[in-house]
């Protein structure tokens, strides 16, 4: 069934803005005690002293039940605006609404729908944060989610002299997004814990835990632990973040998920330098070997590269792209596989502040690797896809998001903090990215 079948057949007779993914998904972040259903709304805050007795709450929010009731008589959640713009644009506009729902049987659907919305869900697919702990402070992250950066601003003060969107990501030590210091009880974990054990290792079809780095998080190897004690007894697919760092330790992972089939998503995209200084933390061949060791255990469904697509990494993305095909065509299509998501916040980092000359060169670098590649049998249509939406993003899309229309705020952001990124990284932009030297002086 294709995808507009789906919504007409499917989904529209449940109701017009019924989906999904606000019954049987959530991204949590156990460390704000922060709740959302797909990633598009905006997140909000689980009652800490409920939390212990129903852990189900994680999920199950007055605000998410709300939104369901909304659902079922067609009325649309304003938090789900995403959607609504993108189906506004026409009746056969397809909005995540339809994939987020689409990845359940269609007998679930009906159950959701025919649920009382005061009743309690147990989720299907879930995203999980224990903390921000991270040994990484990447340009494009922010203290919510990395404990070195909380150090960089904690250390030398806020960024200065920002003035677009994107400011506020770098001003402050985002202490909301880890309410408990390590070593303290944070409620929100033990629930998690609680509901795993009564019902989401039986119930969920997939969970991802992000961060921060996951890999530097007790509570990650108390759940790999938890797969290696239970073999046998939960069908979840295992899926981890991991920034694949020096300090990771890829020994220890590799020798505790014997039977396991697990997933693991890791992020680049650029190569040597330039990676390293986009991803500040990061050693490009300590990376490079620890993906090749991976890749060479066989003990993975899949390594996944998730590419960040900022104003810096296109000088070597395609680089990063001939990378990935060499080890596709050494272990398989389906060994590796990579996704380009492109970056809106913050703003000022969009790959869109180039110069128009500039963002013209690296498009055709990226139609010259895709006129190479486009029958190659190591690729999927989805990563295709991904490289063909750049290519046209690159030309057409002109600010990085409906709000960041101001340029001229947005030139001044990139010189402000890539110069005081500099000197606290010690770092040297000009150095690194010689082809964007001449630009970078005349901000
Ligand atoms: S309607 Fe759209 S924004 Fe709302 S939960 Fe579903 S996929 Fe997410």
Redesign the pocket.
Known sequence: MNDLEFRTTVLDPLSD?F?A??WY?ATIWLGSGMTT?????PAHLVDKDKVGANPRLLHNTDQKKDDRRKMLTGER?A?????WKIEDMGRDAI???V???KIYPIHALKEAYETPVEQDVNLRTLEIAFDRTCQFACSYCNPAFSSTWVRDIRNNGAYKGLVSDGRNHFTHDHAAAQLYKFGERNPYVDAFFAWWESDLHRTLQELRITGGEPLMSGYTWKLIDWFKENQGKSTTRLAINSNLGTDVDVDRLLSSIDGMAIDLYTSNEAVGVQAEYIRDGLVWQDWVDNVERLLASKKFRGIHVMCTINALCLDTLDQLLECIMEWKSKHGRDAISFTLNILRFPSFQSPLVLPNTTRMIYRQRLITWLEHYHNSIFLHEHELNHVQRLVDYLDVVKTPHSEAFEMPKLLNDFKQFYTQYDTRRSKNFVKTFPALTDWYNTL
Do not use: L, V
């Not at 259903?37 to 709304?41: A, D, F, L, N, T």
């Not at 938090?79 to 959607?83: F, L, P, R, V």
């Open positions: 803005s989906c993914a606000k998904n259903s797909c990633h598009h709304p959640p938090g789900c605006e995403y959607c909005s995540d609404r994939y987020k729902s």
